[in-house]
């Protein structure tokens, strides 16, 4: 009877240590899928954040927040699909393609100038490597244009200065001498 009563113990023993190794089990699964789901809210906080306005408007589900992302991304690939054949466009009605005009300014050291008409008198678009632009605006005040706004931007080392110029009479301005004075220019 004491056999019996020893072997009862040690079977009860064996059913609180399984018993607790199986809890620990739960409570060490329960740890982790409470840190999976936050990591989760917080990763759906953060995409909301990165969604403008009109594409979160109101307190959504996730599943909404996740659609409202791809409905975004797909309105920035239109976008750029848009920008670039404009892009292409406008290259091809400067006589040359995006990637040729990639390679040949890589190579090119020259400047270039595109002189049109605008509603103030002249616009002026000159591409440079190291002239200054100073000795552009002195070109064009000797040429009698008076400069009225000057934007500047840097595109792969090259000084992109878009001008905008009054005139007194149109008429007087030799665009191609002005074309040359300015192609000329160190």
Excluded: W
């Amino acid at each position: 009877m004491a056999d019996f009563q020893e072997k009862k113990r040690k079977r009860r023993k064996e059913v609180r240590v399984v018993s607790n190794e199986e809890n620990l089990e739960k409570i060490m699964h329960r740890e982790v899928e409470k840190q999976r789901r936050q990591e989760m809210a917080s990763l759906y906080a953060s995409l909301r954040s990165l969604l403008p306005l009109e594409f979160i408007q109101g307190k959504r589900s996730t599943s909404d927040q996740l659609n409202e992302a791809v409905n975004y991304i797909n309105y920035l690939q239109r976008n750029i699909k848009d920008m670039s054949s404009k892009r292409d466009e406008l290259m091809l009605l400067s006589g040359q393609s995006f990637e040729s005009r990639n390679k040949q300014s890589r190579n090119d050291n020259s400047n270039h100038v595109v002189i049109r008409p605008c509603l103030v008198g002249v616009e002026i678009v000159f591409s440079v490597l190291q002239t200054p632009l100073s000795s552009v605006l002195h070109v064009l005040s000797e040429h009698g244009l008076y400069v009225l706004s000057c934007f500047s931007s840097n595109v792969n080392g090259r000084l992109i200065h878009t001008l905008q110029a009054e005139v007194d009479d149109l008429a007087l301005v030799d665009f191609a001498d002005l074309n040359v004075y300015l192609l000329r220019l160190p």
